[in-house]
């Protein structure tokens, strides 16, 4: 499987230069890419609690529709963020739109410190498998929690996705997040991150990577705008489980309610609700 990743700058609160952007990017696929990467919530960039209900997408929106149209002439699998406008409840959420349609709709289950009062948390992990590979969503600070991966592992996930938004002076945090949450389900990730300022004075680092099964960097972007393609060589999954299996020595398992839906999607439904020890 070949995956591109965009590593460029978003345009916050900026829906239409975003979309413009997003469409050019995916006009210049190469032929035999099966997968477009943009950063966290690329589409409408962060949105604060004053803007959030003027500028978040619908998922139904004109915005995302013009990306699945462009899907599906293209015959390319886009991974892009938006600020989620549900009915005036609003999420940070990633969609994976496959020339078939949206295939995967996944909330931001782990908010950083500024979302809080912006949008809410997601309640649930979800897989489907796509062209051979079943993989999942993550978004940004939830690969810094060992559990969100391993709930995508419960579901069957061979490769996560994950986009990003990281800035400074966090710069070195994902590097080893998403390197450990790969080796230690020993599966492929894949990290898209933005660059430039953001609106509220962030510096965004780049630093966009993909990382094997071993949890060795196949590549890792500078801190300008660039794009990176990378084939996954997906027979290094059951090399790396040849020896030792976490998945089988692991002892404690992922909590929650796990659904198969008719359409191949997996869903694992954890609430929203926090258990901690007394």
Known sequence: MKIEVVQT??????TAHNLKGILKAMARCESDTDI????????TGFLTADDVDSLSEAIDGDAVQAVVVEARQRNVAVVLGLYENANGTFYNTTLFIAPEGILLTYRKTHLWVPEHGIVVPGDRFATVEWRGVRLGLLICYDSEFPETARGLKALGAQLMLITDGLAEPEDHVHRVSVMARAME???????????GDGQDGSVFVGASLAVDPYGRTLFEAGRGESRHGVTLDLSLIDKARASHDYGVNQRMVMLGEQIEHANGVRELIIGNTVNRWP
Request: charged share 25%.
């Open 9 to 14: 700058k978003t345009r916050d609160g900026d």
């Open 185 to 195: 389900n020993q599966v492929f990730a894949v990290a898209a991150n933005r660059v």
């Open 36 to 43: 477009l990467m943009f950063p966290e919530s690329h589409l």
